[in-house]
């Protein structure tokens, strides 16, 4: 969590210059790298097929920069080793299908 701030830093000159927090990303990769990387363990807590972490009561994300940044958390956490844009596509996917922020 101390990373947060430094990570808000490092995203800003990108929300500057684009409309999405993740830019322009190709989507079409981002279900099978989520299916692989990250259902497994969401669907041990939540069983289904997972998706009950995206759309709890409580949760904790309110924008499309929280999502993106949870979605990079994730990853460092379990070492997926994706680069920024395949995190930036697998939150901007995640938005369209389940959290619906807009902005
Ligand atoms: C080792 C288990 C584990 C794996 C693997 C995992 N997650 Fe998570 N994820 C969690 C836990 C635990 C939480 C809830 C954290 C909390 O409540 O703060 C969470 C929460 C989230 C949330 C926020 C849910 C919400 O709206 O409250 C997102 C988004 C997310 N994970 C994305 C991912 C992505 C993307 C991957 C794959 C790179 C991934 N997770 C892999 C354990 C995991």
Known sequence: MRQIPILTLALLPAI???EEPWGKVDRSSAPAMHEKACVSCHVRMYGGDG???Y??????LSTKLDLLQRVTSCNAQV???WFP???GAVAAWLNDKYYHFKE
């Open 51 to 53: 998706s009950k972490m």
């Open 79 to 81: 070492s997926a080793g």
């Open 55 to 60: 759309t709890r009561d409580g949760r904790l």
């Open 16 to 18: 500057a210059l684009a």
């Open 85 to 87: 844009e395949e995190e």
